[in-house]
C-alpha cells in the first residue's frame, strides 16, 4: 500500500495528547482561505512513500511516544483523500499499541468506513463554521457532510476535541459561534474544543505558489475576542483549555 505525503513532524505537542509524531499526508478538496499548508492540497505534489516504510519510521520512536504518552497523528491537508493508505497506517500503529488521532475537516467523513474508524482513538474535528454560507464562502465547500461526519461519531462514541479557527470578520459572529456550541455539547463525544486564533504564517506560500492570498489584510483576533468566544464554548458545558 502505498501514498502520498507532505512532510513529519517527531515531538508534536498540539496534535493530540502526550508527544506525538505527526504525519502531514498531500491532498485536500477544501480550499480555505486562512490555510497555512497550500502546498498540501495536489496529493501528487507530496513525496510517494509506502505505509511499511512510514510504519518502519514510526516504529523507531514508538517508545519514546508511549513514554511521553503520545502517539500518531494523521494530518494534512486531509488525511481522508487516501482512506486506504490512512487506514493501513492506523492499523498498523494500533499494533504496536500506538494512540492514534485523525485530524480531519469531516467533509469527506463518508470515505472513512467503520474500521479505519475502529482504529482511531481520537478526531481532531475541525468545524470552520457553522452556518452554510459562512462556510461556503470560506471553504469553497457545502457544509452538511462535515456535521454528518460529527453526528456519526456521536453514534459510534467517538471522543472528539473540536477544533474552531478564529477569523476576524469572519467566523467571529457570536451567534453563530453559539449555535456551533450548542450543537458541539449535543453530540455528547466533545471531550474538549480549541480555539484557534487566525495568524497568516502560510502567507508566503500562497505567494509562492502564485495564488491570491485574500485575508493579507485581516488581523489575529484580540485576546479579548479570543476570550470572549472560548466562553460561549464553555456556557454551553464544554471544555475549553
Not at 43 to 58: C, F, K, N, P, S
Request: glycine content about 10%; overall charge negative; charged content about 20%.
Amino acid at each position: 500500500m502505498s501514498g502520498w505525503i507532505h512532510s513529519v513532524e517527531t515531538g508534536g505537542t498540539v496534535d493530540g495528547p502526550g508527544i506525538r509524531y505527526v504525519l502531514f499526508m498531500a491532498g485536500c478538496p477544501l480550499r480555505c482561505r486562512y490555510c497555512h499548508n497550500p502546498d498540501t492540497w495536489h496529493m501528487h505534489d507530496g513525496t510517494r512513500t509506502t505505509a511499511g516504510e512510514v510504519l518502519d519510521d514510526i516504529a523507531a520512536t514508538a517508545g519514546f511516544l508511549r513514554h511521553g504518552r503520545g502517539g500518531v497523528t494523521l494530518s494534512g491537508g486531509e488525511p481522508l483523500v487516501q482512506p486506504e493508505f490512512a487506514a493501513t497506517i492506523l492499523r498498523g500503529c494500533k499494533a504496536m499499541g500506538l494512540h492514534t488521532a485523525l485530524d480531519t475537516s469531516g467533509f469527506l467523513g463518508a470515505h472513512a468506513d467503520d474500521h479505519l474508524l475502529a482504529d482511531v482513538d481520537l478526531v481532531l474535528l475541525d468545524i470552520k463554521a457553522f452556518r452554510e454560507s459562512t462556510y461556503r464562502a470560506l471553504t469553497g465547500a457545502p457544509l452538511r457532510p462535515t456535521l454528518e461526519f460529527a453526528e456519526r461519531l456521536s453514534l459510534l462514541n467517538k471522543p472528539v476535541w473540536l477544533r474552531y479557527v478564529l477569523v476576524p470578520g469572519i467566523t467571529d459572529d457570536p451567534d453563530e459561534i453559539a449555535g456551533l456550541a450548542e450543537f458541539a455539547a449535543g453530540l455528547g463525544v466533545v471531550s474538549r474544543v480549541d480555539v484557534l486564533p487566525f495568524h497568516k504564517l502560510g502567507e508566503h506560500k500562497w505567494r509562492a505558489l502564485g495564488q491570491r492570498y485574500t485575508l493579507a489584510n485581516t488581523e489575529p483576533p484580540s485576546p479579548d475576542l479570543t476570550a470572549r468566544v472560548r466562553d460561549i464554548f464553555r456556557t454551553a458545558g464544554l471544555t475549553v483549555p
